[in-house]
């Protein structure tokens, strides 16, 4: 079956400062890849996505890149700001499924 | 924003009463899905639907039933309420199959069984 692992927090930074968050997944298929963020108090919203391999997602100053050699796919962001303190979710979906499968979330929390 | 919206937005219930959830959607797609949110477990797939009146299940679907009757409306019932259902409860939508589509996500329910 499909199952994603990612990095466990809670991380915390300082403002500017680099940020990864390693994923890895396994899948029987080829999948989808996405990374979803939750402000406090708030639902999940998309960051970004990667549907083959090479791909890079980008978005806000976030990057992914779908690598199928090593079924990874870690999210970095180069100077973090207060305004990125969130949960992050990696998450992945085979090309016909119906379902997305989740990591367990990792909680960042950035300094001023 | 996806026009989806999720009432009540907050409940405390005792356990043993039933429960029902709402999710409704104004963007017309016709995949729908109930997922719940507990620490260290992500997000984790209840019931989905991928039509009018077709549902089916997810990895935790026990104690849980949904309906759809209408495309913009996702209904998820819990008949007999237990504390281990206390969560937070997020309704998504998407167009297509989420494998190359994209699923958007609903404000949350939170959720308590005392």
């Known amino acids: 079956g499909n199952s994603v692992t990612q990095m466990e927090g809670p991380v915390t930074l300082s403002e500017e400062a680099f940020l990864t968050i390693n994923c890895t997944y396994t899948?029987?298929?080829?999948?989808?890849l996405f990374w979803y963020v939750q402000y406090p108090g708030e639902g999940l919203q998309l960051l970004l996505k990667?549907?083959?391999?090479?791909d890079k997602g980008s978005n806000k100053g976030f990057e992914a890149t779908y690598r199928k050699e090593t079924t990874s796919f870690h999210l970095e962001k180069g100077s973090v700001q207060v305004s990125d303190s969130a949960v992050y979710f990696c998450a992945l979906s085979d090309r016909d499924d119906y379902k997305l499968s989740f990591g367990a979330g990792t909680t960042v929390t950035v300094r001023a | 924003d996806a026009g989806i919206t999720q009432s009540p937005r907050h409940k405390v219930t005792e356990t043993g009463t039933p429960v029902t959830l709402r999710c409704h959607q104004t963007e017309n797609h016709r995949y729908m899905y109930w997922y719940r949110q507990d620490p260290g477990h992500g997000l984790r797939l209840i019931h989905y639907?991928?039509?009018?009146?077709?549902?089916d299940k997810g990895e935790v679907s026990d104690g849980y039933s949904v309906s759809r009757s209408k495309t913009e409306d996702f209904l998820l019932t819990l008949e007999s309420a237990t504390s281990s259902q206390t969560s937070v409860y997020f309704c998504?939508?998407?167009?297509?199959?989420?494998?190359?589509?994209?699923?958007?996500f609903g404000p949350g329910t939170r959720l308590t069984v005392l």
């Open positions: 990667a549907t083959k391999a090479d």
């Open positions: 899948a029987t298929g080829y999948p989808s």
């Open positions: 639907s991928y039509g009018v009146k077709d549902t």
């Open positions: 998504a939508i998407s167009r297509d199959r989420v494998g190359p589509d994209t699923q958007y």
